[in-house]
């Protein structure tokens, strides 16, 4: 079953690697991306707890870069968050 809300979430942090000033902020980025790209197709969707340590792991990254990567983390947290909305718990 493929999840589109976490499909477009690894796209944006791919795109929001690319826009990174730094080859470690650009690592962190693409680790998100892939694990979302897994997440995306699993047999299982991701539980609220693993979801929250991705945001905030993205929220760091993006109050630490600024500019187009914290918008494009920005967008990538909004579509965790309708991901988050179809899943049964908290």
Same mark, same amino acid.
């Given at each position: 079953m493929t999840r589109p809300e976490l499909e477009n979430t690894a796209a944006t942090l791919q795109d929001a690697a690319e826009s990174a000033s730094d080859d470690e902020t650009?690592?962190?980025l693409e680790n998100q991306a892939r694990q979302f790209e897994t997440l995306a197709e699993a047999d299982r969707g991701?539980?609220? @707890?693993?979801?929250?340590?991705?945001?905030?792991?993205?929220?760091e990254i993006a109050d630490d870069e @600024?500019?187009? *990567?914290?918008?494009?983390?920005?967008?990538a947290l909004e579509s965790i968050s309708a991901y988050r909305e179809? *899943?049964? @718990?908290v």
């Open positions: 650009r690592d962190r991701p539980d609220h @707890g693993k979801l929250a340590r991705h945001e905030h792991v993205l929220s @600024g500019g187009a *990567v914290a918008n494009l983390v920005t967008e179809t *899943v049964d @718990g």
